[in-house]
């Protein structure tokens, strides 16, 4: 059991809309990061949230957002798509810190039209 | 700036062999950690060893391990008696305690053979 579920699992949008993706973690994981992953790369670190607030930020412009709620689900928020936002986005929440490496979710693949 | 570089994009052993994935890194961290991910099919990124880059003594994980050369900056993973189920990508990953953030390197496909 990985303690971390993404939904969806896959999601087809049009270009220009908008898409939320969820995740939920164990009870406890007080720190959440979401990645983005194209094909045959490595993630990419877009934010981090510790007690539903952003605490890390990577190259990603704004109109990638987030959310993390009490009961430790989060969501990520991507407005105005684009044809490379298509990738694997990755959810992955830590119960006792980032030194000791965080937990998965499986992602959800978003393919932009 | 912190950078994880995976130069095999390809790997293959065969199963009961052993084989060893490279990875450097370059960081002005202090607090510094270092992860080695499998990421099968499944999709989901799978921690099979950390590190922390201050203790020179190299990780153990039953029959991974890691070959730690803080003066070079390499953090290599070694796959011991390589069984089937360990044909996945791996990523060599690092991160710093200050941002929590992780830098994946390229990722690296190992194909095991029977």
């Known amino acids: 059991e990985t303690g971390v579920t993404q939904s969806p699992t896959h999601l087809i949008k049009t270009r220009g809309q908008q898409v939320t993706l969820r995740c939920s973690s164990q009870?406890?994981?007080?720190?959440v990061s979401w990645y983005q992953q194209a094909l045959g790369q490595g993630p990419q670190f877009i934010f981090q949230y510790y007690r539903e607030e952003e605490n890390g930020r990577g190259n990603f412009p704004p109109r990638f957002s987030g959310l993390q709620f009490p009961n430790y689900s989060s969501e990520l928020n991507v407005n105005a798509l684009e044809l490379d936002d298509s990738a694997l986005y990755l959810c992955?929440?830590?119960?006792?810190?980032?030194?000791?490496?965080?937990?998965f979710g499986s992602g959800t693949r978003l393919t932009v039209v | 700036a912190q950078t994880v570089t995976q130069s095999q994009p390809e790997m293959s052993v065969q199963e009961a062999e052993t084989v060893t994935l490279s990875c450097t890194y370059d960081t002005s961290e202090s607090d510094y950690y270092l992860f080695w991910y499998k990421q099968p099919p499944s999709r989901q990124m799978i921690l099979v060893i950390r590190?922390?880059?201050?203790?020179?003594q190299n990780a153990t994980e039953n029959r991974f391990s890691v070959n730690f050369q803080k003066a070079a900056k390499s953090f290599s993973l070694k796959i011991s008696d390589s069984q089937l189920g360990d044909a996945a990508m791996y990523f060599c990953a690092g991160g710093s305690s200050n941002t929590g953030k992780l830098i994946f390197g390229q990722g690296t496909t190992l194909q095991v053979k029977p």
């Open positions: 590190q922390e880059a201050y203790k020179q």
């Open positions: 009870s406890g994981h007080n720190t």
């Open positions: 992955a929440s830590s119960l006792q810190g980032p030194n000791y490496g965080y937990t």
